[in-house]
């Protein structure tokens, strides 16, 4: 089967409030998501996989400051980074993701390594870094991962909690990255990388890692990576409740995106969005929060990207 390929993208639902975004801050991450869209689309364009696809899509995120993981990823309440990657092949349901990773470039890239040099599927701590120093991947040290804007959102947070004023201001407290694609083989990938929440404990692991939460992929029904609080995500079960919505009711991807992420997680308080794709080209890009980053681009068409409604 020959079919024209599609990729969306997002840079997480923590974005800036309108009040505080500046034409400069907004056409910065508009570029920054034509770059990335434009680095899958050239695998895609190449009759390259959905997998290195979102493989290339994700590690472009990954790679902008502007973005909640890798480079721009948040601080716990030590100051330190603690990363969570994903990765889900369609085509047989593989997957490799790890959790609360430091000091790699590319989270993305270890989570790939994880599927594809061992039989398990999350993987942490030393036993991680040993296949990230195995598979020749690169590492970077604190200054690298170190951002003005998101120790000042740690500060911020931290003072809010020791006064009592905490909001849940989803710029200052999280975002992820993510990606899908549906390549000219009609086979489906998706992937997700995040620092987490702002001043999250030390060891906490959100759902961006989780299969079924905050990343899933089968090329009988979607791709779908997520974002938003990681606590309800999980307790929805976010991506996998719209692949069995599909698969056990019939929905389409639209239908079972929309009660998930309007019903599903509003019953929890889950404020957030996901990104999807079903085995025919169609594209989803539903949250429930002020905006989401996001973009997508279709096979011989340009790239579109979008902050707000
Ligand atoms: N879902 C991520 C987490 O809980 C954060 C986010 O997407 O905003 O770690």
New binding site residues.
């Given amino acids: 089967m020959t079919q024209g390929f599609v990729l969306a993208i997002h840079g997480?639902?923590?974005v800036l409030p309108r009040h505080d975004m500046t034409p400069e801050r907004e056409a910065a991450c508009h570029a920054a998501l034509a770059r990335v869209l434009r680095a899958g689309e050239e695998v895609l364009k190449a009759n390259g996989a959905a997998l290195d696809a979102v493989t290339a899509a994700v590690s472009t995120l990954e790679n902008e400051p502007l973005f909640?993981a890798g480079r721009g990823a948040v601080f716990t309440r030590e100051g330190t980074h603690e990363m969570?990657a994903a990765i889900m092949d369609g085509r047989n349901r593989r997957a490799g993701a790890v959790a609360g990773i430091s000091g790699v470039r590319n989270p993305v890239h270890l989570a790939r390594a994880v599927m594809e040099r061992t039989d398990h599927i999350l993987m942490i701590g030393e036993g991680a870094m040993t296949i990230a120093r195995d598979a020749g991947l690169a590492f970077e040290d604190d200054d690298y991962f170190f951002t003005q804007e998101r120790w000042d959102s740690l500060q911020q947070t931290l003072h809010m909690e020791a006064e009592g004023t905490l909001d849940d201001d989803?710029s200052r407290r999280?975002?992820?990255v993510g990606a899908v694609a549906l390549d000219r083989a009609g086979n489906l990938a998706a992937a997700t990388s995040?620092g987490?929440?702002t001043a999250k404990r030390v060891g906490r692991v959100?759902?961006?890692p989780i299969i079924g939460a905050?990343t899933f992929a089968d090329n009988a029904t979607c791709a779908v990576s997520?974002?938003?609080?990681?606590?309800a995500?999980m307790r929805c079960v976010v991506a996998h409740e719209i692949d069995a919505r599909m698969r056990h009711a019939g929905q389409s991807l639209a239908g079972a995106a929309e009660q998930v992420v309007r019903a599903d997680l509003a019953a929890y308080e889950g404020s957030?969005g996901l990104i999807a794709i079903d085995c025919d080209g169609h594209v989803v890009m539903p949250f429930n929060c002020e905006g989401m980053y996001r973009g997508s681009v279709r096979d011989g068409e340009a790239v579109q990207t979008a902050i707000y409604d």
């Fill in positions: 997480g639902a923590g909640n969570d989803p999280h975002g992820t995040t987490g929440m959100g759902d961006s905050g997520a974002t938003g609080d990681g606590e995500f957030g």
